[in-house]
């Protein structure tokens, strides 16, 4: 039996759960979040407080519940409070500006790499060298967040790149001559 699936979810204020047969609705100041169901999955929202459980006492269910309840969490958080992915460009000469729906960042190629922000989400670069993403979906918030590091992953050698900004580099020594 999943533990985490056993732990009820509280909704905050001005957060509302709608569940059907096969999808749960969240909707909240920051937004409205649909997760699809597995048959498996049994959701019930009474009194403030969301449940989830298993259909059926087998290992597969219980694992299919405790994912639902963490889908589930994340909706209401996103919804209530939102997220937010903050990146750090660390190089000389390293800068991101926005650029009306686009992010223009400057990270050492020959020209710097334009990428479109999606709907629902929001990109701020409160300064040259810092990006910040925010929006209701966590999944979506932390691919964005992905795709802009992977455009300069930070290097071992010199640390130069974008990171998050909880990220640590592990740096490595560079080769000795003799």
């Known amino acids: 039996m999943s533990r985490v699936a056993k732990s009820p979810i509280p909704l905050p204020k001005g957060v509302e ?39 059926e006492e087998s290992t597969g269910a219980w694992a299919q519940a405790g994912t639902a309840r963490a889908l589930i969490s994340n909706m209401v958080k996103g919804c209530s409070e939102g997220f937010a992915r903050t990146l750090d460009l660390v190089g000389v000469g390293y800068r991101a500006q926005m650029k009306g ?14 990428m479109a922000v999606p709907e629902g989400l929001q990109v701020e670069t409160p300064t040259q060298t810092q990006i910040v993403v925010r929006g209701s979906d966590r999944q979506r918030v932390g691919q964005l967040a992905a795709n802009i590091r992977s455009v300069r992953p930070p ?3 010199k640390g130069k790149g974008i990171r998050y900004s909880d990220e640590v580099v592990v ?8």
């Open 17 to 55: 759960v709608a569940v059907s047969d096969a999808s749960v609705q969240v909707k909240g100041p920051k937004g409205t979040l649909t997760q699809a169901l597995h048959h498996d999955v049994e959701v019930s929202a009474t009194d403030g407080v969301v449940n989830v459980a298993a259909r």
């Open 101 to 114: 729906p686009m992010l223009s960042i400057a990270v050492g190629y020959s020209h710097p790499v334009e």
């Open 155 to 157: 290097e071992p050698y």
């Open 171 to 178: 740096r490595k020594e560079t080769k000795k001559k003799k």
